[in-house]
Structures are given as structure tokens and as C-alpha cells.
């Protein structure tokens, strides 16, 4: 039948290739190196185009399209090129709509490929049949149909210089399967442009004012520092200005622990204090009280133009190396005062001793904090540390301090469970060698933990820590703080341990926190996704400030 790409006559040798393999060719440019996916006949041809061209990207399958989505979200989040997935046609797609909102709320340059059903046949009720970029158009950048198999490589690039255009953040193109395996030109040698945001330095003048009369000045770093390469420049300015700064999301890291400009820890206290709070590369949400620091004036610095526009601040708005570039030329000498500087620093140091006190604190049954005072011993500067769950891992925000910038992946603002995996397998073939620890609560396991096949399938090992508390220990608290009771909270102790040795993996159970630290290093000389399983105090909740709400 004309069009059905299940009855091609493959006997010629077609001189040009599907319009698949132009979608590989596209990848190839921006430099890609792994496509995650999930096989499914309507995307074939991009695994016949990463078969056959020589330098397209290694396919790395998964068990599930959200794990394949979230790899391509910490592909983008680690290594700052772009995350690349490819879903087939339907519920392969729909799969991939957590992952690619997380990419949209982490501003992570992630391009989603999705199969289609073929437009030959459109509307008559092909299976999987589903008009695809109405339900992405919310959390990506773009979301569109390549009808036109001379237009496929042209679009994927497009996709891609989209997705990388500050503020980054992920596009969807899904490919009907008779245009996918319809022959196609190369899109030209000519690469899409990536465009810079237009900066907008109305507010320069009034922000420097302020930066140099204030007192009381704090910097909060976010991840967007990473992911845009400002971390050197910024680091630069804030030796200069010696500015106190707390971390989030990828930049933590981004100063030294031993800095005592790091004043992460007295968090709360710098926040409450301060009377400039400058916030640059992450937006004024929940975990900022919504940009409302009491009398505190606030600076804005971003390349989102459309960010927190409800919150009252002095904006400069454009791409945010050149803007810490602007200011760093602007401001060469200490501002605020030394007792403030000094002050944080000491509540700092108080508070991160008080933590190791906790950490090395041994009851009864085992505290979420005695992990940390096992684990913290044994990461190493290339650790790339992994948190998926709920009150397990704010502990690990709590108290581990990574070394260096973007080793350090949180779900972000939008909260997902069911990361790890994901994160874990993309982390593993970015940076073949490094240590992976993943911090993993006994709930947020059960989403993702089938996909430990994938890990053992692609060679990547891991330390993945669970803390078991037989419980959705951030629904149960706070359930029985509102209603006295709770429900739905409780799950079984199970032997997760077990379950990843049957996937090839290998782990074990710990109820004793002595035996803790020897059964660390066995995970970590294990050279596979190795559990720890660590039975917890169900009754203790992580001491929160934010609800979200
Ligand atoms: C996909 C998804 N479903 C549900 C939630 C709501 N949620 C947030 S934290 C949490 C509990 C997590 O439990 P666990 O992973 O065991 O960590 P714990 O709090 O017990 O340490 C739940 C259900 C969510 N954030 N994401
Ligand atoms: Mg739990």
C-alpha cells in the first residue's frame, strides 16, 4: 500500500537514507552522544540511523520511557550539551511527560523525540493514533509534527538550537512513522543558531547602588550558573565582592565547603538578616519564599525574562555569563560588612558541627542523619551524588556539600519521584569511572528501580543507599500534623537489596549502623548497582520550613 512504510520494497538500495538518519545527523552536530530510548517500531529508523553513521550517538535502552526521559534531563544537567530521548508513538510518548516537565522546570536543553502515527492514514484510527505536541506545548520550549521527511533534519536542529537558546529548557518534535522512514536529504552543513537572550540593563545602575551600599548582603547561586558556564566568572566576582553565598541545585558546589563565603548552612539566618538579597540563575519560588525577604531590597538576575515578574525586585535580565561579567567589571572591592561576612561564617561552621554531632549520634534504630555520618567520610571530589525521595533525601541537602559544581542532582522545583534511575544510568555513560552515590527513599524506589536492568545491561555501577523507613515518611508527617493520624503512609520493610541482586545487581541490609560504613565500601568496590539497604527510625521527620504551598 502507497505509504505504508510496513510495506516498503527493500529490495533497491535507496541512495538516500530514511529521514531518521537525519535526525541522528542533527544530533550529531549539537555533539550529542547518547540517545535514551525504549524500542518501538515507529522510530526504528533512528536506530537504523545510529547503527550505520559512523559518529551518531550510542543507543542506551531503558525498562521504562521515564527513566530513558529523565537520563536525557541529567545528560543536559551534567554534561551542559543536550539531553537526547526518543519515545515511540502513543503511550511511549506519554511516558515521557514527567521527565520532559522536570527538563522544563530544571531549564535543562533536553530535545524529545516522539514516533507518530502515520499522516497517511491520520484520523482514520491507526494504533496509537494521537495528536502528540498539544499535551508538551505547556512545559516545553516548542512542541511540533515534522510532516515533511525534507524538513526532518532541518526541524530536529531547530529543536535543538531552541532547546539550548537561554533560558534553556526542552522541545518535543514527534515524526509521523511514513515521513520517519520516507528517504530524506541532509539538512545544509549550516547549524541552527543558538540565540542569546536580549539583555535588558535598564536596572544596572540602581542594582550596583544598591549592591554598594548594603550591609548586609547575601548571594544566592542557582543552577542555571551551571548550566549557562558562569561558574567561573561567578566565582571570580564573588572573591572580589566577598559576598557571602548560599547554593542551590546544580551550583552547589560551586564554592568550596572550606570557602567561608559558603554560608549554605545559616541559610535561614542570612535570609531573615540580610538587608540585599541578590538571587541570579534560579527563580524566586517556593524555596525562596517567593522572592518576600521582609525589608530586604532584592536583585534579580536571570535569562528568563518571564520568571517571577509577580515578585517585586530590580531585574537584569539577559544571558547570565555576560551579566556576572558586567557586574564583575563593575564591582572590584569588598561590599557589606565584615561582621556580617564573619558572622555567617561562624553560624555556619556552628551549624555544620552541630550536624556532625547528629550524624554521629547512635539510638536505638537508626537515624536518616547516622547515614550521612557514614556516607559524607567517603565521597570523593568526581562523586556525582543522586537524591530521589522524600525526607531521606532533604536530609542529604542538609548535609552533604559537594566539592565542585554540577555533581550534585536533585529533582528540583518540580518534585518528581521516580528520578533515580534515570539519573543514575546518564550520569554512569557520561562519566564512565566516576563514583555514583544515589540516596533513594524505600517509596520513591519503587518507580524507577526496575531499571537497575539498565544499569547492569550498560556496565554502570552504583552505591545506592536506601532509606528504608517502610514509609512515605514526607506524606506521613505531615499528615499527622494536620490530621493527628495517617494514612496510606505505610509500606512493607522490603528487601529492595534483594530485589537489585536478582537484576544482576548485588546489596544487602543493614539494621546495625556499626556494620554501615564496611557495607559502603563493599557497594563501592563492588564494580555493580550495588544496595544498601538501610532500616530507619519511621518516627522521625525531617525538620522542615517550607510546606511548597
Ligand atoms: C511522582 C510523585 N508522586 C508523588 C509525590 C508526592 N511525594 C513527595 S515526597 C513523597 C514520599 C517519599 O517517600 P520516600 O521516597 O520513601 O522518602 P521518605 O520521605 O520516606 O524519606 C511523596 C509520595 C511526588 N513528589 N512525586
Ligand atoms: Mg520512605
Redesign the pocket.
Known amino acids: 500500500m502507497k505509504g505504508d512504510p510496513m510495506n516498503r520494497d527493500n529490495s533497491k538500495t535507496e541512495e538516500l537514507p530514511a529521514a531518521g538518519h537525519q535526525v541522528i545527523a542533527a544530533a550529531e552536530k549539537f555533539g550529542v552522544r547518547h540517545l535514551f530510548t525504549l524500542s518501538g517500531a515507529h522510530i526504528f529508523p533512528l536506530y537504523d540511523g545510529c547503527e550505520k553513521r559512523p559518529n551518531a550517538p550510542e543507543l542506551v535502552d531503558t525498562r521504562s520511557e521515564q527513566t530513558a526521559g529523565f537520563a536525557a534531563e541529567a545528560t543536559a544537567r551534567l554534561t551542559r550539551t543536550p539531553g537526547f530521548v526518543a519515545a515511540t508513538a502513543g503511550p511511549g510518548v506519554t511516558n515521557l511527560l514527567?521527565p520532559v516537565t522536570s527538563a522544563f522546570f530544571n531549564g535543562a536543553p533536553v530535545v524529545a523525540i516522539g514516533g507518530r502515527s502515520p499522516d497517511f492514514r491520520w484520523g482514520l484510527g491507526a494504533l496509537q493514533e494521537l495528536d502528540q505536541p498539544p499535551l508538551f506545548a505547556s512545559v516545553t520550549k516548542s512542541a511540533n509534527t515534522a510532516h515533511d521527511s525534507a524538513h526532518v533534519g532541518r526541524l530536529t536542529e531547530e529543536a535543538f538550537s531552541t532547546a539550548l537558546s537561554p533560558h534553556q529548557g526542552p522541545t518535543f518534535l514527534d515524526i509521523p512513522m511514513d515521513v520517519l522512514f520516507t528517504p530524506a536529504p541532509q539538512s545544509p552543513e549550516q547549524l541552527a543558531q543558538i540565540t542569546l537572550p536580549t539583555a535588558d540593563l535598564s536596572q544596572l545602575d540602581a542594582a550596583l547602588d544598591l549592591i554598594r551600599k548594603a550591609e548586609r548582603p547575601i548571594f544566592i547561586a542557582g543552577g542555571d550558573i551551571w548550566q549557562n558556564r558562569a561558574e567561573e566568572i561567578f566565582v571570580s566576582f564573588i572573591e572580589a565582592v566577598r559576598i557571602p553565598v548560599i547554593v542551590n541545585g546544580m551550583a552547589r558546589g560551586i564554592l568550596a565547603p572550606s570557602n567561608p563565603l559558603l554560608v549554605t548552612p545559616a541559610r535561614s539566618h542570612a535570609l531573615k538578616n540580610a538587608d540585599l538579597v541578590i538571587v541570579a540563575g534560579t527563580p524566586l519560588d517556593f524555596r525562596l519564599a517567593y522572592g518576600d525577604f521582609g525589608d530586604a531590597h532584592v536583585i534579580f538576575i536571570t535569562d528568563d525574562p518571564q520568571a517571577s515578574l509577580q515578585v517585586k525586585a530590580t531585574r537584569i535580565t539577559g544571558d547570565l555569563p555576560e551579566l556576572i561579567n558586567t557586574l564583575s567589571g563593575q564591582l572590584t572591592v569588598p561590599v557589606g560588612a565584615d561582621t556580617w561576612r564573619m558572622d555567617l561564617a561562624e553560624r555556619s561552621a556552628q551549624i555544620r558541627a552541630g550536624n556532625h554531632e547528629l550524624m554521629n549520634t547512635h539510638g536505638e534504630l537508626i537515624h536518616?542523619a547516622e547515614i550521612y555520618g557514614a556516607l559524607i567520610p567517603r565521597l570523593t571530589e568526581s562523586t556525582i551524588t543522586i537524591g530521589?525521595?522524600?525526607?531521606?533525601?532533604s536530609f542529604a541537602g542538609k548535609f552533604i556539600e559537594p566539592d565542585r559544581p554540577g555533581r550534585w542532582l536533585d529533582p528540583g522545583p518540580f518534585?518528581?519521584?521516580?528520578t533515580a534511575m534515570g539519573y543514575t544510568l546518564a550520569a554512569g555513560k557520561a562519566f564512565p569511572g566516576d563514583p555514583l552515590v544515589v540516596l533513594?527513599?524505600?517509596?520513591?524506589?519503587g518507580?524507577s528501580l526496575m531499571d537497575v536492568d539498565s544499569l547492569v545491561r550498560h556496565n554502570v555501577p552504583a552505591t545506592i543507599v536506601i532509606?528504608n523507613?517502610a514509609?512515605?515518611?514526607?506524606?506521613r508527617h505531615p499528615m499527622r500534623f494536620l490530621y493527628g493520624y495517617d494514612v496510606l503512609a505505610d509500606?512493607e520493610p522490603s528487601r529492595y537489596d534483594q530485589v537489585v541482586s536478582a537484576l544482576g545487581g548485588a546489596g544487602e541490609v543493614i539494621t546495625d549502623v556499626t556494620r554501615l560504613g564496611p557495607a559502603l565500601d563493599r557497594a563501592m568496590n563492588s564494580g555493580v548497582p550495588y544496595v544498601v539497604n538501610v532500616m530507619t527510625d519511621p518516627e522521625v521527620a525531617y525538620p522542615r520550613t517550607t510546606t511548597g504551598i
Open positions: 514527567t536518616p530521589d525521595g522524600g525526607d531521606f533525601v518534585g518528581a519521584l521516580g533513594l527513599g524505600d517509596g520513591a524506589a518507580f532509606g523507613n514509609g512515605w515518611g514526607l506524606e509500606l
